[in-house]
C-alpha cells in the first residue's frame, strides 16, 4: 500500500541550527502539507502545498519556515533557527487530487536542546 | 469557542464493549469528516471518512455525521484491547486545503 515516508524518524539539533525535514509523499498525489504535534497537544496545521506553491499557511509558519519540492518526489520543511518550542513532532502529509482524504507519514521527532 | 472540540478522555472500558468518541465544531462549512487513530509516537492513521451527513460502516466502525446538530460521532462495537489509541476527529469545508484535528481522545479497552 502507497504511504508518505518522512526522514529522519529523529533528529536533535542545539538551538539557533537549521533543521531540513524530508517528505516522499504518495506518488500522483498533488496536495503535499505538514503538520506538527507538541507532545501531549493536538495535531496542528503548519502549511499547504499545490502547484508548487503554498496555498495556505497557519500563523505558526512564520518566516523561520519555509517549504520546497525540489523535485518530482521530495518534500521538505525548513527550520532556519530553530527554538526550545520547535521541540515537536513534524508530520508529513499528502492529498490526491480526486479524494478528499489526507495520508499521513509516521513523522520526525525534532528535539531543541 | 474552538473550531472542533473533542472530549480528551481518557475513556476506559471494557473488552467487547461499544465505544462511542464524539466531536462538536462551529464551522458550517465543514463538509468532509474524518476519523484517524494515532498510536504513541506514530502518524495519525485513516480510519473514516464521510461526506456531509449520514452514516457510514467499515468492519467494527461506524461514523456518524450530523449536521444540523454539528455533531459527529464514531461507533466501534466489539472493543479489543488492540483499539487502545487516541482517536482524532477531522473536518475540511470544500474551500479550504487543510483539515481541522480535534484534539483527541484517549481510549483504553481494558482485557
Known amino acids: 500500500e502507497p504511504e508518505v515516508t518522512q526522514t529522519p524518524s529523529h533528529q536533535v539539533t542545539q538551538m539557533g541550527q537549521e533543521v531540513i525535514l524530508r517528505c516522499v509523499p504518495i506518488?500522483?498525489?498533488?496536495?503535499f502539507y505538514w503538520y506538527r504535534q507538541i507532545l501531549g497537544q493536538k495535531v496542528e496545521f503548519l502549511v499547504s502545498?499545490?502547484?508548487?506553491?503554498?496555498?495556505?499557511k497557519s500563523e505558526i509558519f512564520d518566516d523561520q519556515f519555509s517549504v520546497e519540492r525540489p523535485d518530482g518526489s521530495n518534500f521538505t520543511l525548513k527550520i532556519r533557527s530553530t527554538k526550545l518550542e520547535d521541540s515537536a513532532m513534524y508530520f508529513c502529509?499528502?492529498?490526491?487530487?480526486?479524494?478528499?482524504?489526507?495520508?499521513f507519514g509516521e513523522g520526525s521527532w525534532l528535539t531543541v536542546v | 469557542q474552538k473550531e472542533v472540540e473533542q472530549d480528551p478522555g481518557p475513556l476506559s472500558v471494557p473488552e467487547g464493549a461499544i465505544v462511542s468518541l464524539n466531536c462538536t465544531y462551529s464551522?458550517?462549512?465543514?463538509?468532509?469528516f474524518m476519523w484517524y487513530r494515532q498510536y504513541s509516537r506514530k502518524g495519525p492513521e485513516l480510519l473514516m471518512y464521510?461526506?456531509?451527513?449520514g452514516n457510514k460502516e467499515d468492519g467494527r466502525f461506524t461514523a456518524q455525521v450530523d449536521k444540523s446538530s454539528k455533531y459527529i460521532s464514531l461507533f466501534i462495537r466489539d472493543s479489543q484491547p488492540s483499539d487502545s489509541a487516541t482517536y482524532l476527529c477531522?473536518?475540511?469545508?470544500?474551500?479550504?486545503?487543510?483539515?481541522?484535528f480535534g484534539s483527541g481522545t484517549r481510549l483504553s479497552i481494558r482485557p
Open positions: 502529509a499528502s492529498r490526491s487530487g480526486s479524494e478528499n482524504t489526507i495520508y
Open positions: 464521510t461526506y456531509s451527513s
Open positions: 464551522n458550517s462549512a465543514f463538509q468532509y
Open positions: 502545498f499545490y502547484n508548487n506553491e503554498i496555498s495556505e
Open positions: 477531522a473536518m475540511r469545508d470544500s474551500s479550504a486545503s487543510k483539515i481541522i
Open positions: 506518488s500522483n498525489h498533488l496536495y
